[in-house]
């Protein structure tokens, strides 16, 4: 099960004013409290951050709602954020601040791209994670054969997926975050 | 009472001659600023006249009078672009104002409006977007990527007021006709504030490092051009990155003139200096964003 945290609302709960842009530093640290709140409050390992209705998204608040939420949940371990409802409005930001700090989230698509990894990235980790969501769980071997790479390859690709918690792996074997 | 005449025309250039007129600071008497004679100011010209008259009331000097244009057109614009109700609250206004009843001009997509709190700012944003999104794609050419990234570079320019200056600013935005400079029309940002200025604010954790050099433009090259902020947090520093980044993409220029300095990230149709020391001293600090019509094949 995945925890689903809609921004939108969150973010008018948050202000007194009518507008859904999440602007400034500020509004950013109230809302990642909220989340954090929310998250400590849950038992899912999965939390899913919704953008749908979320207007303009600046340099500021994205770095407090993404970047250091991701910070503070990659102390924890085994718990994972995804983004979903990522516009191309959205991109900018969310690109900027995860590239400043060296990190990366998985973005759930409906469009064209679907899911992909936003932030620092690599076409190899690209590839492997679109084609995970494709192939669901497996191994190495699994994901070398779907992609015609070696098994070295797709292990390195894993491995890095992995350690950015943009894949669940144990023992060898993985699978995506969301499930179909 | 000292008499300042204000530039006949007054922009980021002229700004120079105004603080020159003003002389050291805090002034030792009471000011009157004289723009009977003025034809034109630009957003940057009002805002930055604006954060003068904030500066000298925060200094507890007396309250700056100020005569406004004598053209009817001169002060009709200026009053439909918010320029007399917000000078109201630190001028004395010397002459008949017109009252402000009829909308902005159609060229100024958001007229002098406070920054004051991160509440401002969401108004701000919100405000202009519609305004913006079709003046910039109908007028400027602008992808509606662009009019996003507009309205980023807005709300982080405003942010700055808020996180690092101290005290209150001045926002305005407007596009105008830059035929004989650039033939072509462009957007502009002014934002403006009384407050502290971007040497002080990074002189606790920058001066030592940076030693002899270190000065009004020292501040705003590791600010500006090295993302450097006053707080320890990796994250911060960002905003201007930001902006940066997206006048990068569409030959946009910034210029930020704070305290004795100005710098600026030069597009290749501009022939300003970089970066311009030892000017006169002018409170606080002002910021310019400009974007360009983009031609008809740009991205």
Do not use: C, E, I, M
């Given at each position: 099960m995945m925890q689903r945290i809609d921004l939108a609302p969150m973010l008018r709960e948050t202000l007194?004013?009518?507008?859904s842009d999440m602007v400034t530093r500020s509004t950013g640290v109230a809302l990642r409290n909220r989340i954090e709140d929310a998250i400590s409050g849950a038992s899912h390992r999965t939390t899913q951050l919704d953008f749908t209705a979320v207007g303009l998204l600046d340099f500021s608040c994205a770095d407090e709602v993404v970047a250091k939420l991701l910070l503070r949940v990659f102390d924890e371990e085994d718990h994972f954020v995804v983004l979903s409802g990522v516009t191309d409005s959205h991109l900018d930001a969310i690109d900027h601040v995860l590239e400043r700090h060296g990190l990366s989230v998985a973005a759930l698509g409906?469009?064209?791209?679907?899911a992909r990894v936003l932030g620092v990235t690599t076409p190899d980790v690209q590839t492997a994670f679109q084609a995970i969501q494709r192939l669901g769980a497996g191994d190495a071997k699994r994901l070398a054969d779907a992609l015609h790479w070696t098994v070295e390859r797709a292990a390195d690709a894993l491995q890095s997926l992995a350690l950015r918690r943009l894949i669940q792996a144990a023992g060898g074997t993985y699978r995506p975050l969301m499930l179909p | 009472m000292r008499i300042i005449t204000v530039p006949h025309s007054l922009d980021d250039k002229t700004l120079d001659i105004l603080a020159q007129g003003i002389g050291d600071w805090p002034p030792g008497e009471g000011l009157l600023f004289d723009?009977?004679?003025?034809?034109w100011a630009s957003p940057y010209g009002l805002t930055a006249m604006l954060s003068l008259g904030q500066a000298l009331a925060e200094a507890r000097l007396p309250t700056p009078r100020f005569t406004v244009p004598e053209k009817d057109e001169v002060k009709s614009y200026w009053s439909r672009a918010g320029f007399f109700h917000a000078a109201a609250e630190c001028f004395e206004l010397v002459g008949k104002v017109p009252k402000r009843t009829s909308d902005p001009p159609s060229d100024v997509l958001l007229p002098v409006t406070p920054i004051r709190a991160a509440e401002d700012v969401h108004h701000v944003v919100g405000r202009i977007q519609e305004r913006a999104q079709r003046i910039l794609a109908a007028e400027l050419n602008l992808a509606p990527k662009a009019t996003v990234g507009f309205a980023m570079a807005l709300s982080e320019a405003c942010q700055n007021v808020v996180e690092h200056a101290g005290t209150g600013g001045w926002v305005a935005v407007q596009s105008y006709n830059w035929?004989?400079?650039?033939?072509r029309k462009v957007v502009v940002i002014a934002v403006s504030d009384s407050g502290i200025g971007f040497r002080r604010s990074l002189e606790p954790t920058e001066a030592k490092k940076v030693?002899?050099?270190?000065?009004d433009g020292a501040a705003l090259e590791l600010a500006l051009?090295?993302?450097?902020?006053?707080?320890?947090?990796?994250?911060?520093?960002q905003g201007l990155a930001g902006i940066r980044r997206y006048l990068g993409r569409w030959q946009g220029k910034i210029s930020v003139r704070s305290g004795t300095a100005r710098l600026a990230v030069v597009p290749s149709w501009d022939d300003d200096d970089p970066l311009a020391e030892y000017l006169p001293f002018f409170p606080g600090s002002q910021v310019q964003i400009t974007i360009p019509a983009q031609e008809a094949d740009a991205p």
């Open positions: 007194t004013t009518p507008y409906d469009g064209p791209l679907g | 723009a009977r004679a003025s034809q035929r004989k400079r650039l033939g030693g002899d050099r270190w000065g051009l090295q993302n450097v902020s006053r707080f320890r947090d990796p994250g911060r520093g």
